[in-house]
């Protein structure tokens, strides 16, 4: 088996959507400070490149929660690897996410984040996959709503791999 990536966005329709999103965060927030809260690893890319697009102060916080292991089918387990190195009461929080995909990782992330009494919580997502889900949640902002494909790049991985590609692409694989 070979594996073949397809271009899907670009690199520079990816720039354009962040720049809108950007747009519509100010609407949101204002000049309010905000933490962004990255979930690693796959949301590093959009989070840093996003970030440098908004307008009000901004801080960086990480956390890590565990969704796919190595292989392409979601496993159902969710459990948090990395907490936030601080406290969230009161603060405007944005939830940064690469995709939403069932839905069960965001939705346990959401309900823990919600319980430390975030002045606002909101969430950003660059990719959606509506077809794929199985808990009822939304991303406040998306980036870009996709068919049901396994995509790489742009932060997202498989088995690791491609997270560094400038564009996402649809995954193959083809027969030798
Ligand atoms: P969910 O809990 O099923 O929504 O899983 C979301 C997480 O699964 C994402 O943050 C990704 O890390 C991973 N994931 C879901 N779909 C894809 C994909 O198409 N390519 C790469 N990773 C994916
Ligand atoms: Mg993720």
Do not use: W
Not at 28 to 49: H, N, Q, R, S
Not at 105 to 132: H, I, M, Q
Not at 141 to 158: E, R
């Amino acid at each position: 088996m070979k594996e073949r990536v397809e271009v899907m966005l670009t690199a520079e329709e990816i720039d354009k959507r962040l720049e809108e999103l950007a747009e519509e965060l100010y609407k949101e927030f204002g000049d309010e400070p905000v933490e962004m809260i990255c979930t690693l690893k796959g949301a590093v890319v959009v989070t840093v490149d996003l970030a440098k697009k908004m307008k009000m102060p901004v801080s960086l916080n990480f956390m890590s929660v565990s969704s796919y292991g190595d292989g392409t089918v979601s496993s159902g387990n969710v459990n948090v690897k990395l907490d936030l190195d601080d406290d969230i009461n009161g603060k405007n929080v944005l939830i940064v996410e690469d995709i939403i995909d069932t839905g069960r990782t965001l939705k346990k992330l959401k309900e823990l984040l919600e319980f430390r009494n975030p002045k606002k919580l909101k969430l950003v997502t660059l990719l959606d996959k509506p077809d794929r889900r199985v808990v009822d949640i939304k991303g406040d902002y998306t980036g870009f709503t996709i068919p049901d494909a396994f995509v790489v790049g742009y932060g997202l991985d498989y088995a690791q791999k491609y997270r560094n590609l400038p564009y996402v692409g649809i995954l193959h694989f083809d027969e030798d």
